[in-house]
């Protein structure tokens, strides 16, 4: 996003707008400067795609937002094995509207949750998506009203941010999966403070075997020891507790670290036309997860 060595004055005013403001405009801007490509999402047709898994998962509303006098639904597909589940893995997908890939990627995720389904039998996993509709539908990080969702985890200020904490409150996960984008050149995972060491190196494994190229670098420009993994440390630790104090601002991640819940954010890189190559790491990561969670089940 901005180099920290060296930043000029733009690259710290584009920082500020990403990291802290709440609300950046007043309606669901686009961003024209860091070369997200879309990914042709279009927002009836991922409706339909949802609704047409009724029949094997179970499919409902859970929110509906409204832009410009239209409705936009954030849906929530389950396992039909919540019942009988030794664990729950919440997946968040398209907070950040923009970020198609971690929206489009959901019909393949379910359809390997299902291929899969006797290897997964004691996970129930519930996809919330997509998180934030109206950027999604609009190629906007943001939603209807200007609001970053993912700055929202302290006040509940949006109806977006107010639906997961209902997902979080409802479903009650042991593990949580956010699907994310940014301008980087390949994907890397974000862990937060629950998240164990030798679980993620697992993972970063099943990213790598299945053909993700995994970032030296995340989108700070920090190098990522090992590839692909920014880990919890003290020093963010502390700063989320800074920003949430200060600026009353929270991501997903912090706010399930609150819980005492695991988060994984993962961010593919917005840059490239490859659709695959943008989709491919959120399906495999959610599959590495659930499958770690039935091993320790």
């Excluded at 279009?42 to 609704?51: G, K, L, N, P």
Aim: glycine share 6%; with cysteine.
């Amino acid at each position: 996003m901005i180099s920290l060595a060296m930043p000029t004055l733009h690259e710290l005013k584009k920082f500020a707008q990403y990291h802290l403001v709440r609300r950046v405009h007043d309606h669901p801007a686009r961003e024209d400067e860091l070369g997200v490509v879309s990914l042709d999402y279009d927002a009836v047709r991922f409706a339909a795609e949802v609704r047409a898994l009724a029949d094997r998962f179970e499919v409902r509303e859970a929110a509906h937002v409204a832009y410009a006098g239209r409705p936009h639904t954030i849906f929530s597909i389950g396992t039909r094995n919540l019942a009988r589940a030794k664990a729950r893995l919440l997946v968040l997908s398209g907070v950040h509207g923009n970020e198609h890939a971690g929206i489009v990627c959901v019909p393949e995720i379910a359809a390997r949750l299902e291929a899969e389904a006797a290897a997964l039998a004691d996970v129930a996993v519930q996809i919330l998506t997509p998180v934030n509709p109206v950027g999604a539908a609009e190629l906007s990080r943001l939603n209807g009203e200007g609001y970053d969702v993912n700055r929202d985890f302290v006040l509940f200020l949006t109806p977006e941010a107010r639906a997961v904490r209902e997902a979080f409150d409802a479903f009650r996960p042991n593990f949580v999966v956010s699907l994310h984008e940014g301008p980087q050149d390949a994907a890397f995972m974000f862990a937060n403070e629950h998240v164990e060491r030798a679980l993620a190196d697992r993972l970063l494994a099943a990213l790598e075997r299945s053909g993700t190229t995994l970032a030296d670098k995340d989108y700070f420009g920090t190098t990522l020891r090992p590839r692909g993994l920014s880990p919890s440390s003290p020093a963010s630790r502390a700063l989320m507790r800074v920003w949430a104090a200060t600026l009353k601002m929270m991501p997903t991640s912090e706010y399930a670290a609150r819980r005492g819940l695991p988060e994984l954010t993962l961010e593919s890189g917005w840059r490239s036309p490859d659709r695959e190559a943008r989709v491919r790491p959120h399906v495999e990561l959610v599959l590495a997860v659930a499958h770690a969670l039935a091993r320790q089940a």
